[in-house]
Structure formats: C-alpha cells, structure tokens
C-alpha cells in the first residue's frame, strides 16, 4: 500500500509539472499571437470566468468561481482554481477555527472539470472576459506564475481572501487601465452583512447555518461594501456583467467622474463580451432531514424537558441527569465559542454575546451542580444562570448582535430546570 502511496504522489507530481509545461508553452503562443496578429486570431485566445452553483456540503453553500483558459490552437482548455484544500491535512479543523488555513491553486481540464459538476447537479456559467492581447498575456502569466509548485499555497480567508476574490484581483490587475463597476464599491450604505448573506445562502441548509451563526460575532452584523460582497462568486458574476475596462488609467486626475458611465463612451469597454450557461441541470432533491429544523428540534427539546420537569416536581425528583447533559452541551459549545474569541485570528468571531449562553464555565462547574441538584439542594450558580439566560431572551432583539431565534428555545431549558432546582430545594428545606 505503500508503494502504491509513492507511485501515486510521484505520478500526479509529474502530472502536475506536465501541465505546467504545457501551459507555459501556451504562454508562448499568445506572445508570439500577439506579435504576429495575421497569423492567428486573437479570438483563438478566450479567458472566461465560471461561476458555479452552490452545492450540498457547507464548502459549496457559496458556490464555486474559476478561470477558463482556452486555446483553439493548441487544443489546449484547462480551468484554474483557488479553491482547493485538504481535510486529511493534520488539524485542519483546529487550524480553519484559528484562520490558519492554507488552500491552494490548481488547474484542471475542462472536460473533467464539467463533468464533476454535472455529477454533483450544480449548474455552470461562463462570462468571456473582454481582454485586450497583452491583457490575457498578462492574465495567463500571472496564472502561470501561480501555478508553479511554490506559489500555489495562499492563507485563505472565508471573507477576504477565498475563491471568488482571487481571480478577481487577479483579472482587475491584468486589465492595462482599470476596471469601472457599476455602483460604488466602496460605500457600506448597502445594508447588508457577513450575517445576512450567510442567512441567503444556507436557506435550504438551516443546520449549516446554524453551526457559521454559533461562530459568528458582532462584526459579521456590521454593513458591508459591495466589493467585499464579492466573497460569494454570484456577486463577482453580477458585478462583472454590468462593468467596464476603463483604457485610460488616470481619468480621476483629467478631471472626469468616473461614477458617470455615460462619459465614458468611446473611452471604454464592456469586462465581459459575451454570457453563456455552460451546464444546467436539473437540483438533487431535498433530504428527509429538512423536516427537523434547528427551530422544531430545539421546541421539541424543550417542551420534553417542561414536561420531565413538571413530573419531577410533581414527584418530588430532582432528574438530575437532564441538568448535567445540558450543561454540558451548553459547555461544549461555550468552549468552541471562546476559543474562536479569544484565540482566532477570523476578524468576525469576536465579540460573540453568545458567551452568555454557552461559555465553559458550564462545564468547569459540573461537579459543584452534581453535588447540589442530586441532593436537592439550592444551586447558587443554577440559579445566576436562569435569570441571566431569561433576561437574555427577553432582550434578545435589542442585542446590537443577531440572534439565531433557534438558539432561544433551546436556552429556554436551563431557566425551566433553575425553576425545578428551586422548588424541590424549597421543599427540602421546609420538611
């Protein structure tokens, strides 16, 4: 198995080379295209970006954007992505938690780019970018460049440096003047937040988004500008079709208003000359899963602990097992919360006011509640805890930061058991 291992790596190693190869011999067709135009077509040329469609695992919520790099003479129709990556790298998780994670670059061909996608019913688009000769030498080069084996590695970011972002800096530095978007990039008067894209994207996926709004603080609810919309590749789709290559690189300094697209006629082109839908199929259908809802299961959860707690009152039992497996749940995602606040590097995890429901002192108290809730004794802490968990329901929409409603319900169940724990030990002590 080993030698197989070996076999494989050096295998895919040369392949990998190979590749590189054959696309630097490419590069040098579109130098020697670009000297000599009467030869061969520049339209034997094309550079394109693909926008794919969101797939079912929570990488693929998002969808996909990558370069297509054509060639007619060369036969030569390979795609470049960034958005490659490795579970199997040692402490991928912990290292993704701590926005230490290092995606990479390849490239693949077409056909089997395409088929994979067809395979996983995700629909394909293709905008054929509107670059001048030097610019897709340009594009390629930098492509190329990497490519090599010591530039495909960059630390990625999900919000600022990811799959979309890349090709797009890669193809706004290649344009020889500047690219002019329609709107105003810059401004964050757009309403719109990390949060609330996330939300537009997991509708289908509630249990995904819950699990990115557990890890989500209050910078993710702070408005955003459209250029940093364009961490979703639908964004970088739309935003390229209504854009233009501007040829000359300094209007701001002759004087013109560069937010006026009517001034720019004749002195500009369209980024994309041509749209099309490369694959549409047909969407997988929905799982049996989608019936239980973060919101029904978390009411369900609840109305069962109401319902143990009445009988337990009722039969003066302290079921003292439901508190434990509770606050221990509560725990475990408290220590997951408050390790990305205070030790990630992803700039919208901290502050996170979920830490007044889940926060790892839940766990480090386990014993002191076991102690005192399967004796029937008064919980100081039990009790700190359902009056903080209840105010914090009842004040849940005026926290600067958005609360999954789901989460209310389930923290619901702490104050319901603080309620039991102070009823029986109440009775404890009046026998």
């Known amino acids: 198995m080993a030698a197989k291992i070996i076999h494989f790596r050096i295998f895919a190693a040369m392949k990998q080379r190979l590749l590189l190869f054959i696309l630097s011999l ?9 000297a000599q135009p009467i030869v061969v077509s520049h339209d034997s040329i094309r550079l394109s970006l693909l926008t794919c469609a969101a797939g079912e695992e929570i990488y693929s919520l998002f969808g996909h954007t ?36 290092d995606y990479r670059m390849g490239a693949i061909e077409y056909d089997r780019f395409i088929k994979e996608y067809a395979e996983e019913h995700r629909d394909v688009w293709q905008q054929v970018l509107n670059l001048r000769q030097d610019e897709k030498e340009q594009l390629v080069d930098a492509l190329l460049e990497n490519y090599r084996p010591e530039n495909q590695l960059y630390r990625y970011n999900i919000f600022y440096n990811n799959c979309a972002t890349r090709p797009r800096d890669r193809i706004e530095a290649a344009v020889d003047g500047s690219v002019l978007y329609a709107d105003d990039m810059s401004t964050t008067d757009t309403d719109i ?11 289908q996926h509630l249990w995904s988004r819950l699990g990115i709004d557990l890890c989500l603080g209050l910078p993710a609810d702070q408005p955003i500008s459209r250029r940093t919309m364009m961490f979703v590749p639908f964004y970088v789709r739309d935003f390229f079709a209504q854009a233009h290559i501007v040829d000359n690189p300094d209007l701001s300094t002759a004087g013109i208003d560069t937010t006026e697209s ?16 490369l694959l549409s199929v047909a969407p997988l259908p929905g799982t049996w899963t989608d019936c239980f809802t973060p919101m029904r299961t978390f009411l369900l959860v609840l109305l069962l602990v109401v319902v143990m707690t009445v009988y337990g009152i009722l039969t003066r039992r302290s079921l003292w097992g439901i508190d434990l497996f509770l606050f221990f749940v509560f725990g475990g995602v408290g220590c997951v919360i408050a390790f990305l606040v205070f ?21 480090l108290l386990l014993p002191h509640l076991y102690n ?10 039990f009790v700190l805890v359902g009056v903080i968990l209840t105010l914090f329901i009842a004040l849940s929409a005026g926290i600067p930061q958005k609360i999954n409603v789901a989460v209310l319900p389930l923290a619901a169940c702490l104050p319901v058991r603080a309620v039991s724990n102070i009823i029986l030990s109440y009775r404890r002590n009046g026998r």
């Open 26 to 34: 490419c590069l040098l067709t579109v130098r020697l295209e670009a």
């Open 262 to 277: 009517i001034d720019l006629i004749g002195m500009s082109r369209p980024l994309v000359s041509e749209e099309e839908t």
């Open 343 to 363: 030790f990630s590097h992803q700039p919208t995890v901290s502050p996170n006011y979920l830490l007044l429901v889940f926060h790892p002192l839940h766990l």
């Open 193 to 203: 937040t990390f949060r609330s894209l996330v939300y537009r994207y997991t509708e």
């Open 66 to 101: 990558a370069i297509r790099y054509e060639n007619n003479t060369r036969g030569i129709d390979v795609v470049f992505n960034y958005g490659i990556f490795n579970y199997d790298v040692p402490y991928f998780a912990l290292r993704f938690a701590l926005g230490e994670t």
């Open 372 to 381: 005192k809730v399967s004796k029937k004794k008064l919980s100081w802490y």
